[in-house]
C-alpha cells in the first residue's frame, strides 16, 4: 500500500517538475529573440493612447488564466466558437482590450511567423501593461500553447463575481492554487481601472454596508439608483490615483472607500484585514507579492506539445 502511495506521489511530482519545467524564460530566445521588445513596444503605445487599458489588459490576462488556464481562450470572438468566454457574464461588455492582443499579434508575426502563442503573448503584454502604469515587474516563464476551445458557462464557473462572500473568494483562489496572500495582492490591480456602475450600485445605496458616507453619496451622482439607468457609467476603482499602480487602492480599504462589494471585503473585519493593512502601509511588499502572484498565475495548467496551437490571428482559430 505504501508502495502504490510513493509510487503515485513520484508520478505526480514527475508529472508537475515536467509541466513546469516546459516553460521558461528563454523559451523563444532562438526561435523568436526580438518577441519581447516587439510586444512591450505594441503595449507601450496602447497605454500611452489610453492609460486605462493597462487595466484592461491586466484583467484579460487574469480572466484568461482562471478558465482552463493562460492559453489565450478568452480571445476567441463569439464568431469563431459561438457561446464562447468572452460571452460570460463577467466578461460580457466588461472584457476589453482584444484589438490590443490582436494587433501585438500582428507586430509578432511580422518578425516570427507561427512561433509565438497569444497565451504567451498576453502574458507579457500584462507585465508591460504593469510596468507602463508604473507597477512591478516580473520575468515571465514562455512556451504556453493555446486553446481550440472556450466556453461560457465554464467562464461563469470559473471567475470570481462582485457579489461573492470573502470565503467563495479564498475558495475559488484557491482552486487555481492561489493563497489568500495572493488573492488580496491581485485583487491590488484595482489600484487602476474603472468599473460600471451596474457592479457597485448595490454597495453604494445599501445604507447598512460599511462604505464612508462621503464617498457613497459621491459616487451615487454617477450611478443612479435605478436598475438599467446609467448601468455603463464609470468610476474608478481607486479614487486616489486612478492611472498610477500604487497602494492607495488598500489605503481606500481601510477608509471604507472601496468601489466594489468584492473590494471592501477584503477589509470587513475578517481574516484578510492584516493583510491589507499591510500592503496599506508598505507599497514595496504589495508590488512583491504582487509580481509574485502574477508568477504564479501566469502558471495555471499552461497547454504544452500536442495540446494546444500556436493561432496565427488571436481572435480566430487560424
Ligand atoms: C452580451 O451583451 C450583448 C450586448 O449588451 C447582449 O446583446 C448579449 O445578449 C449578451 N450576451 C449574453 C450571453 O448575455
Ligand atoms: C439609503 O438612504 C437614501 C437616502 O439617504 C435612500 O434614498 C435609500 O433608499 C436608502 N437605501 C436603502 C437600501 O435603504
Known sequence: MTKVLVFLLFILMNTMLICNSQLSPSYYDDTCPNVL????????QA??????MAASIIRLHFHDCFVQGCDASILLSEEAVPDSERTALQNNN???GFEVIDDAKVEVEKVCPGVVSCAD??????RDASVAVGGPSWTIKLGRRDSTTSSRSEAEDNLPRFTNSLQELIDNFDEK??????LV??????????????????RIYDNTSDIDAGFASTRQRGCPNTVGDGDKNLAPLDLVTPNSFDNNYFKNLVQKKGLIASDQILFSGQETDSIVNEYSNDPAIFKADFANAMVKMGDISPRTGDNGIIRRVCSILA
Request: charged share 20%.
Open 177 to 182: 492554487n492561489l493563497n489568500v496572500r495572493d
Open 121 to 126: 503573448i498576453l502574458a507579457v503584454a500584462a
Open 47 to 52: 497605454v500611452s493612447r489610453e492609460r486605462r
Open 94 to 96: 466588461s472584457a476589453r
Open 185 to 202: 495582492a491581485l485583487s491590488g490591480a484595482h489600484t487602476i481601472g474603472q468599473a460600471q456602475c451596474v457592479t457597485y450600485r448595490g
Open 37 to 44: 521588445s516587439t510586444i512591450r513596444t505594441s503595449i507601450r
